[in-house]
């Protein structure tokens, strides 16, 4: 047996490049020959071949290819067809089209027409479907994926390097006040909730008082430069001021300290097909808030409170109630740490990642 990891971008700590290079690992771990494909390699020191070689590699009945569905991009659809061992698709989900509509039409395009591809791939009738949470693997199957050729299991991801990682003194210093610090970790994008978590957080303000801080940790892109400037007019006309903290570039200790340095995760996203930064939150201690929307009820799970609500004040009270109970604050961190272990741990994704593809031993 061969096996190619195709995918249009290999792009280093990006969720779907760190999926992708930890599924490499492990087959090359089990003895078996394993290339990347991929487009477009950024910051990353694995070796990647062109996509047009894949067939040649690995496209006999005994070999294996993993394509990591999360553009559009109709070259793959040409190499599945064209492979005839055992086809994985491991779906990360596409963003609908209409999050993007006001502030990044070209992203709206793009989502479109990824989206639009989900049937295609599904037509395919591909051997397994590997959805990276619950709510991705049903997308494939309503669009007719067998239900008996779906596993789920969460995506491979760096958590663990960022526990290990060292915290950046300087940031944590500057976060070591009263302030009731609560943090957001996303890019900045529509579906990611910005605005309705600039409201929560003024709501939280507005009711339970100072000290309080909001730290967002993201990356604007100049295309959705419009939705960057609408959060920052949320944030005047609250009279938030410096009470926003807005850190954009960002490395692994910074990052840590941010984590370290926080009271409360909060995301109110609409859409999400999985979200590694909540359980960066749940393995590093921070008790986490979520809207339950799409995905983030199952990757949450018991590790902390989720809320089919888009009223700030639910989650302002959530706030208010994590601040000053140190009893529920103890028993959130207690069961993330748990959950954690328990469904996102590495070596449980490595035995689901194998069991799927039915090489466990």
């Known amino acids: 047996m061969k096996a190619a990891i195709l995918l249009p971008v290999?792009?280093?700590?990006?969720?779907?490049?760190?999926?992708?290079?930890?599924?490499?690992?492990?087959?090359?771990?089990?003895?078996?020959?394993?290339?990347?494909?991929?487009?477009?390699?950024?910051?990353?020191?694995?070796?990647?071949?062109?996509?047009?070689?894949?067939?040649?590699?690995?496209?006999?009945?005994?070999?294996?290819?993993?394509?990591?569905?999360?553009?559009?991009?109709?070259?793959a659809l040409d190499l599945l067809r064209k492979v005839r061992g055992q086809r994985a698709v491991r779906y990360h989900n596409i963003t609908p089209a209409a999050f993007f509509s006001e502030h990044g039409p070209e992203y709206a395009r793009a989502c479109a027409r990824g989206r639009a591809e989900i049937a295609r791939v599904v037509a395919l009738d591909c051997e397994r479907y590997l959805g990276d949470s619950r709510f991705n693997l049903d997308e494939l199957i309503e669009h007719g994926a067998p239900a008996s050729r779906g596993v789920v299991f969460a995506p491979f991801h760096r958590v663990e390097q960022l526990c290990a990682a060292p915290a950046d003194l300087a940031l944590l210093d500057e976060l070591d006040d009263d302030a009731f610090t609560v943090l957001m970790v996303g890019r900045i994008a529509p579906n990611k909730g910005h605005l309705a978590l600039i409201d929560a957080f003024a709501a939280h303000v507005d009711a339970h008082g100072d000290p309080a801080r909001l730290l967002i940790v993201g990356k604007s892109d100049p295309s959705l430069a419009g939705y960057a400037a609408k959060i920052r007019e949320r944030i005047t006309r609250h009279r938030l001021g410096d009470r926003v903290w807005w850190l954009e570039s960002i490395n692994e200790a910074r990052l840590k300290a941010a984590y370290l340095g926080s009271d409360a995760f909060l995301t109110l996203s609409e859409h999400e097909g999985f979200c590694v930064p909540v359980i960066e939150a749940m393995a590093l201690g921070v008790p986490v808030i979520a809207r339950a929307s799409s995905a983030l009820p199952e990757t949450v799970g018991e590790g902390g409170l989720c809320w089919?609500?888009?009223?700030p004040h639910v989650y302002a009270a959530s706030l208010a109630r994590l601040r000053d109970d140190a009893q529920l604050r103890h028993l959130l961190r207690s069961a993330a740490r748990r959950s954690y272990a328990r469904e996102f741990a590495p070596e449980v994704l490595r035995g689901r990642f194998l069991t799927a593809l039915g090489l466990a031993t």
Do not use: K
């Open 10 to 75: 290999l792009a280093r700590h990006d969720a779907v490049g760190n999926d992708a290079l930890a599924m490499a690992q492990i087959l090359r771990e089990r003895g078996i020959d394993t290339r990347i494909f991929c487009d477009v390699a950024v910051g990353v020191d694995a070796p990647v071949h062109a996509p047009a070689q894949l067939p040649g590699f690995a496209g006999g009945p005994d070999d294996l290819v993993i394509y990591h569905f999360s553009v559009g991009w109709p070259v």
């Open 308 to 311: 089919d609500s888009e009223d």
